[in-house]
């Protein structure tokens, strides 16, 4: 039983297309992140929600834009995908708002051709 | 400079023996202080997790956090081929706020 679920796990599109990350976590957390991991393993914050509002925004570009439906959910959508955006994108989970002891999923390639 | 400097390595070990890992970081305001372990194609697991200054230990882990020097350290001892994993230090400044993590030390351990 998957504590913090994303799909899909693979993701190979064409430069220009739209696309969604899913993500859904099990464990009751009433926060939520979108990190970002380059190819150099560097891990970075994308976003946070706590209780379905978002907190924390960092510099990404407006093509990138969380939605949470409820505490348990939240999704990623990216527009007119870039060759740049190719990268491992994780999703994760914390017990209240903080973000210390952080519970990620298993991750997705997003590989943008 | 970086606000958390971690060498990439790789750094490969024999079975049994002491490792020991390191970060150093910029911003004395930092007071909360993790180490994450990610074994390849999967999310990284929290390992340790330090409120400010000392040492804590977890079975062959130990996580050492000296804010005098702006350093803190995973030390495993006996380590085993299953501790072959990207180790990755991250730190906040306050409860709530993002972590920052570092680059990630690639360890492995032969048999």
């Known amino acids: 039983d998957t504590a913090v679920s994303q799909t899909p796990k693979y993701l190979v599109t064409q430069m220009g297309n739209d696309k969604s990350i899913k993500c859904e976590q099990n464990l009751g957390h009433d926060t939520m992140y979108w990190y970002k991991q380059d190819s150099k393993k560097f891990l970075k914050i994308m976003f946070s929600y706590n209780n379905k509002e978002l907190i924390i925004n960092e510099t990404v570009p407006n093509r990138f834009s969380p939605k949470s439906p409820d505490k348990a959910h939240l999704n990623l959508h990216i527009n007119s995908l870039e060759l740049g955006d190719s990268a491992v994108y994780f999703c994760?989970?914390?017990?209240?708002?903080?973000?210390?002891?952080?519970?990620f999923g298993s991750g997705t390639q997003l590989s943008v051709l | 400079q970086k606000e958390v400097e971690q060498d990439p390595g790789p750094l490969s070990v024999p079975e049994g023996a002491i490792v020991s890992l390191n970060c150093t970081y910029s911003n004395s305001a930092f007071q909360y202080f993790m180490w994450y372990r990610q074994y390849s194609r999967k999310g990284p697991e929290l390992l340790m997790y330090t409120y400010s200054s000392g040492n804590k230990e977890d079975g062959r882990f130990t996580a050492q956090v000296d804010k005098s020097s702006k350093y803190i350290s995973l030390f495993i001892r006996d380590s085993q081929p299953s501790d072959s994993a990207t180790y990755l230090c991250?730190?906040?400044?306050?409860?709530?706020?993002?972590?920052?993590f570092g680059k990630g030390t690639t360890l492995s351990v032969s048999s």
């Open positions: 991250a730190m906040s400044y306050l409860a709530g706020t993002a972590l920052i």
């Open positions: 994760a989970s914390s017990p209240g708002a903080g973000g210390e002891k952080l519970f």
